[in-house]
């Protein structure tokens, strides 16, 4: 196999231009993607659209195009550096300060596979090295960026890797979309079950989520300041790895047992509901057997409830958009916005008879397979993707007959 050819990014790029910062909103005016647009995998997220007005004096110079890099300069240092290739949406769209906008020299480096390159390095921690770092913020600045050397195989190997890495990445998206569609499942047979919060249609009692959890322990919050990586230490549960209504192992982060120590009351049991708040506000997972002994990040409060019936129950509860209102509705905005303990703590919820508690966890105990078993053939797929990742940047790949790009 021909060895990789290092070639530097700003050396590859036409442009490398930021977005602008917007107060206002405009319901009529022009969408931004910001930083929630964008997932840590790399994908678009429209679930919250941002509209600003399209008369911005910087409006006309930050449009996107179909084959923009967008890389995500400002972010938490956990975040900083995922990447998107912008698709082009079925209308005008701009973006914000927090990305930098990376357009290619086509003839020698092709987007789609810059957009990759930039991706695994995300995932492998290259930009979180790199961050500067304030109070709850980092940045790669666009000098450091575009210094960065990059393996620059000809287009043609370019191309074939993309349509590889492309390949996996479809099969990945199938299986993220059916464990979306199970927690849909979940939520109807929830409604059709007990009705929608806010009008409680059967008139059950109601109480308050903190008088619900187990009398010896609480709703609280983990790890403040958990400090950098460390192989083999306590794995560390964050808000980003609450996805479809499990915790999600495979960007685990570990910390320092020793810093862990000192949060010994938000280790997890395996008996919690954990919710996001900060960041994926809302966001809602079940902790089991493979969390026990993990902690908890700051962003993400544990909720102990240790009867089964119950915890299924209030977990498709909390799901419920009447509670996500709520929630959205009682943030606290210091650093950036914040569910509290004590708005989560407020929560009502309704309280149905047991039976009917234990018949919607029997039905959704189905579903919980399912989705085990779709998590199962997805974490294949991710490591699959990895190791092509590595082999496809590494040169292992690469076709001795295919000479790099000049």
């Not at 509209?51 to 400002?74: I, Q």
């Not at 996996?168 to 059709?192: M, N, P, W």
């Not at 969390?291 to 700051?298: E, F, K, L, P």
Request: net charge neutral; hydrophobic share 40%; proline share 6%.
């Amino acid at each position: 196999m021909s060895a990789p050819v290092l070639r530097m990014l700003g050396d590859l790029v036409v442009d490398a231009k930021p977005g602008f910062a917007c107060g206002e909103e405009d319901s009529d005016g022009i969408f931004q993607i910001r930083m929630n647009n964008v997932t840590r995998s790399g994908r678009m997220s429209l679930d919250k659209k941002r509209y600003v007005p399209a008369n911005h004096k910087s409006a006309p110079s930050a449009l996107l195009r179909s084959g923009d890099v967008l890389f995500n300069a400002t972010n938490s240092p956990d975040l900083v550096g995922k990447t998107l290739l912008f698709p082009g949406l079925g209308e005008p769209t701009v973006f914000s300060n927090h990305f930098l906008r990376l357009r290619t020299d086509q003839e020698r480096l092709t987007p789609s596979y810059l957009a990759h390159w930039l991706q695994d390095q995300f995932q492998r921690g290259v930009f979180k090295s790199k961050c500067k770092q304030w109070v709850n913020q980092a940045t790669v600045g666009r000098e450091s960026l575009l210094g960065i050397s990059l393996p620059v195989p000809s287009l043609a190997v370019q191309r074939e890797i993309v349509s590889v890495l492309d390949h996996v990445e479809e099969l990945r998206a199938k299986r993220r979309e059916a464990l979306s569609l199970l927690g849909d499942l979940a939520q109807a047979i929830f409604l059709s079950m007990f009705g929608d919060s806010r009008e409680n249609p059967n008139s059950w009692p109601t109480d308050s989520l903190a008088n619900l959890v187990d009398v010896a322990d609480r709703i609280n919050y983990g790890v403040v300041q958990p400090g950098d990586e460390y192989p083999e230490g306590v794995p560390l549960v964050r808000v980003g790895d609450l996805v479809d209504g499990r915790v999600d192992r495979s960007a685990i982060k570990r910390i320092d047992p020793l810093i862990e120590a000192k949060y010994s009351r938000s280790r997890l049991k395996g008996n919690e509901i954990l919710v996001g708040c900060v960041g994926s506000i809302g966001s809602i997972a079940l902790a089991g057997d493979p969390d026990i002994g993990s902690n908890v990040a700051r962003a993400v409060a544990r909720i102990p409830i240790s009867l089964d019936p119950l915890r299924e129950y209030l977990a498709e509860h909390l799901r419920t958009a009447s509670v996500q209102r709520y929630f959205t509705g009682e943030l606290r905005t210091v650093a950036q916005p914040t569910l509290n303990i004590k708005q989560l703590s407020e929560t009502i919820v309704m309280i149905p008879p047991v039976d009917r508690q234990v018949e919607f966890a029997l039905r959704v105990s189905a579903i919980r397979k399912q989705q085990e078993s779709q998590a199962a053939h997805l974490s294949l797929l991710d490591a699959l993707f990895a190791s092509l990742q590595d082999r496809a940047f590494n040169g292992a790949l690469w076709s001795t007959a295919t000479a790099p790009v000049d």
